[in-house]
């Protein structure tokens, strides 16, 4: 609670400033940190123009970074000032309290696998599949196209654990201690990488880009083994919150309809600390089970008795259209309702919204961090989708190339980014590879342009921004609105609920 | 020699069956402790934790004949009750902190969840099968759905959960810290499910246990030979939540949170222990644990073949290199499913004894019916498992009830 | 006033779809005795068949026709080859297999059709205006069509279950199989019948529901539960309790949501307890089941 508070102080500050500029920082950040953003952008400019040899300028020039920070952690005191800040900032983990030190530090030699635990079957579970399409056609491509981390050919082993958090323990423990994996990868949901952080943070395993935006993940003292992948759930509620305020001004009603669980409670949690700060008024809290397969149209009736001025909509998976198709219908029969609605960034997908064809769709807002690969102009012109489109065709998946899928090929993305980071500063380890991910300063290729991955020892969470967008219904497709919103650094560091 | 073998019970050659199927199980363990991975022990010691909540399942549905989806429900109420306890939720008298000692909480599970199941076995006098069926699985959702609500989460955690229960091994275990804890939670399931395993045999000896299965053979007949049905159904539900309760305790401490959206607290996880109790076979003192061990372990297999579909020798010849087949896993163990049941109908212990009976036969000892016997009562079926009878005027127990009870009894497995 | 209509009305759509997966789970119920647990399932494969039929140019009632062919050929295809085979050798694993098929059928489906969400087509006028308004409150004519819908089948099945030699034979075998058998009945057929016809209105309930609720490999999912629950709550040998426990229990999930403030959508199973006990504590066999008298 104390940190989301600071964060809203933050967001509330910055978030006018940062529309305006569409740059950010937020004024905490020191010299060093801002010539490497200009660096960063001036790569993703010219990356437009020549994919590949952009991708491999950012790498090494990364490399050196990366390669500067080991060197002053060694030689402590003898930085100058610019650098003494950035030094306090790195991060570097502690192997000596790992249950087997010497596994922490080995160097990895020959293949290097990567585990990891999603579900590829089990009822509803089923849906979450083509993530792992999307993890395999990254690790395909890196091998064909750079020869694997140095030559170092890279695996992946995908293991089913049904979204049952038992089996992604049994899992978790089969790639430790089975298949002796590098590190975990991307695994799916909260409760699953809950279960497994502790071990994963005792056996000194890094569990990388965890798929999911519970706050848990900034846990940098804590659990330092364990990354977060997604957009911090509050993060969102604070985008949608200032927007309402900036937008329809302060006072505001708002309206919840958010399925009952872990998830849906994380992001009403952190929205209900933003009302609370900005001074919005929620006048209408609806509840939907994670199993309800129905359309909600009761909740859909409360809603429009209270007629809220704005609506946060947080369903889950098929409820994402069904929520839209009653909106459509209660707009419809109800002129004087028409809140505006933002739906959660896990249904920004054009296979939520193409279905819905009575109009509920159209003027939905909803955020992401990543480029929609969906969208023609995207995937004919962008080098980064362009590569992903071609890889993901390879995996002969027939799941929508821009569904949960672009998610599993960025959290391998980042994996093997942290991975070349830590072979190219010198020594493959397990220690090298979680510093490398823990002060990760990277642009992904499907990562909007004006945002960057950036963590370290003051930060522990890497997706802080992302870009409002709007569904047209008309061109079936997301629109984007405004400039991006970058709120790197303001979440800080994990501390505890 | 003529097949089958009769073989006396208590005999030189019975007790060599028992001690080389014990020393089997006993051997199998040893192995799995001590050559076994971290992940295989795990999966082990997860399938335990199934047979010990099936081992109460059992009792209810394979031995009184109430079939029950309620058990899931007692599961998650066991895991909340530890969690809740363990984290101080819940105020405690003498504990500052409310905190509890992870052990202890298993008992209180367990007390829970016997209260509970009373109460649940109270329509259970009233309703039968499929009927009964469905309002405990309408219990189990409305535990879920408590658990999530709102008003309480202060206590339970709400829709988040609870997280960070941790039940290192203590010190007077020789274990060490997290690396061991697979092991300590090995060992005590183990242990849990043998105390379950020995209670629920001595139940069956008892008077309560000759009414049990007098009750699910025939609900008027033992009611009218002095049953005391409500008594019998509203007891054994109790003793049998209490006993899924511990395992689901157990379940929620290893995995180290408990969150009411985990399947295993809902529908899935009720049908999971019916499955696991049938596939091993129903009223079969062995049942459960054989049950629980193929539900893990060929799920185990389903889902591998699902990771890669390319490296299986049932699939392989068909696909090619990483192809990924989205829900494989599932179709593979649901085909398994009903290959089982249409193959092995009576459950793997059953069908084994049904194998073994060709080889050789127990023959009890003969002992001399007491004068109330009910013998006439008995309608036919005198196979050794269905002859029912209680005393009708004072209770006493004929000679025949008595083998018929210790038929279903651990000990009688040769 | 008004706006209780419309939660009436919303309610009861809802709950027609719960009364006709009840209908379907009570046919089999008073041919085999079993509550079929993949009811709802081989109901969602038939929408995607629905889909895929609409999506390559079919007109919608076409394709729901063909889809339920499927669908009667899948439920008649599980009976004869699975439940059959173990029912003579143990009726207490059918279960298991049903089970099995269920999980099969489930993951089958997004095997052949992804996982991805898609629409279906309505067979009723489903534009957003698509109302028409009855005291002040707008009535989705899609939402009356499912009720309308209800009608009809309960009616068709009225009829067969009545006025056809056939149904006479369903009633004599629901009855007892021996005895139909020894009057000359192919009880076999007459299983494969039942079977079948559930599985049509299996198919039939998740065409129904798939075009509000959107189509997904889960969309049976819930709806099944609800509609076992309505089976047991009107008595599972009487298709009038399955049609009123169903419309009750879409009832009652609108009042929950629309007029107790403390409770949510989330609470509906509690409720349904305790309802559900209330009930079953009066008439064990549910509101309109028959109790069958054992002999000793």
Sequence with gaps: ?497 | MDLPIRVDKGSWLHWLGRVLLFGAFGLFLYRAVTEWTRSGLGLLTDALIIAIAVTGLNLITGYTGQLSLGHAGFFAIGAFVSAMLVSGKIWTPFLESNVWTPGWTLIAAALVCFVVGVVVGIPALRLKGIYLALVTLVFTEAVRAFFKYEEFAGVTGGATGLKNLNYLPPSWTGLEGRADLVTWFFWLALVILIVASILSAGLLRSRIGRSMIATRDNETAAAVMGVNLAKTKTVVFGISAAIAGVAGSLFGLKLGLVEADIPIFGLFGSVTLLVALIVGGAAQNWGPLIGALFYVFVNDYARSVGEAPADSWLLGWLIDGSTQLDGLGGVVFGVMLILFARFVPLGAVGTLKTWRARLAVVIPKISVPAATAGEPMASGDVSADGAVTDGVADATVSGAAAEAADSDAPASDS | MSLFIERMVNGLADGAIYSLLALALVVIFRSTGQLNFAQGEIGTFGAFVVSTLTLSGWPVWISIGVAMVVGFVISAGVERVVVRPIEVRNPGAVIVALIGVFLAVNQLTAMIWGVDARGLPSVFPDDADDFVTVFGAPLRIARLGILAMLAVVVFLLWLLFNKTKVGLAMRAVANNQESSNLVGIRVGGILLLGWGLAGAIGVLAAAMLAPSAGLTGTLMLSPFLLASVAAVLGGLDSPLGAVVGGLLIGVTEAVIVGYVDFLGADMLFPVMLVILLAVLLLRPAGLFGTERVERV
């Design chain 1, 1 to 497: 609670m104390r940190r989301s508070k600071k964060l809203f102080a933050l967001a509330a500050a910055s978030a006018l400033v940062i529309a305006a500029c569409g740059d950010d920082d937020g004024g905490s950040s020191d010299t060093t940190e801002v010539s490497e953003t200009t660096a960063a952008e001036e790569t993703t400019e010219t990356s437009e123009a020549d994919e590949m040899s952009d991708e491999e300028t950012t790498e090494t020039s990364e490399a050196d970074d990366m390669s500067e920070d080991d060197d002053m952690s060694e030689d402590d005191g003898s930085a100058d000032d610019e650098e003494a800040v950035a030094e306090a900032a790195s991060f570097a983990v502690d192997t000596s309290v790992c249950e087997d030190p010497d596994a922490a530090t080995a160097t990895i030699d020959g293949t290097i696998k990567i585990g990891t635990s999603i579900p590829l079957s089990g009822g509803p579970a089923v849906l979450f599949a083509p993530f792992g399409s999307g993890q395999q056609a990254y690790i395909d491509y890196y091998n064909s196209e750079f020869g694997g981390v140095n030559g170092q050919e890279l695996e992946l082993i995908v293991k089913d654990d049904q979204y049952t958090a038992d089996l992604t323990k049994a899992n978790s423990d089969e790639l430790v201690f089975d298949d002796e994996v590098a590190v975990l990868g991307g695994v799916i949901g909260t409760p699953n990488n809950l279960a497994i952080q502790a071990d994963l943070n005792a056996q000194c395993v890094p569990q990388l880009w965890a798929s999911t935006g519970a706050p848990n993940w900034g846990a940098v003292d804590e659990f330092p083994w364990t990354t977060g992948l997604l957009v911090a759930y509050d993060i969102e509620s604070a985008v949608w919150a200032n927007w309402i305020v900036d937008n329809l001004g302060e006072g505001s009603t708002v309206g919840l309809f958010y399925v009952n669980n872990e998830f849906g409670q994380s992001y009403v949690n952190a929205f209900n600390v933003a009302a609370d700060e900005l001074g919005l008024d929620i006048v209408a809290e609806e509840v939907i089970d994670p199993t309800d397969s129905g359309s909600p149209s009761g909740q859909m009736t409360n809603l429009v008795e209270a007629n809220p001025d704005a609506i946060l909509a947080i369903p889950l998976g098929g409820q994402c259209t069904a929520f839209m198709l009653e909106l459509g219908n209660a707009k419809a029969a109800n002129p004087e309702f028409d809140p505006a609605v933002y739906q959660t960034a896990t249904c920004a997908n054009p296979i939520f919204y193409g279905p819905v064809d009575n109009g509920g769709a159209d003027g939905v807002f909803t955020s992401n961090n990543l480029k929609d690969v969906n969208n023609p102009d995207t995937a004919a012109n962008d080098p980064g989708a362009i590569a992903y489109l071609e890889a993901f065709a390879a995996t002969g998946s027939d799941a929508d190339p821009g569904g949960i899928a672009v998610a599993g090929w960025e959290s391998m993305e980042l994996t093997v980014y942290a991975i070349q980071q830590a072979a190219d500063a010198g020594e493959l380890t397990r220690e090298t590879i979680i510093n490398a991910a823990r002060n990760i300063n990277h642009v992904s290729n499907l990562l909007r342009d004006g945002l960057t991955y950036r963590m370290n020892g003051e930060d522990g969470y890497i997706g802080e921004g992302a870009q409002i967008l709007v569904w047209s219904e008309a061109d079936q497709t997301f629109v984007e609105e405004g400039d991006i919103i970058n709120l790197e650094g303001s979440l800080g560091i994990y501390s505890g609920s």
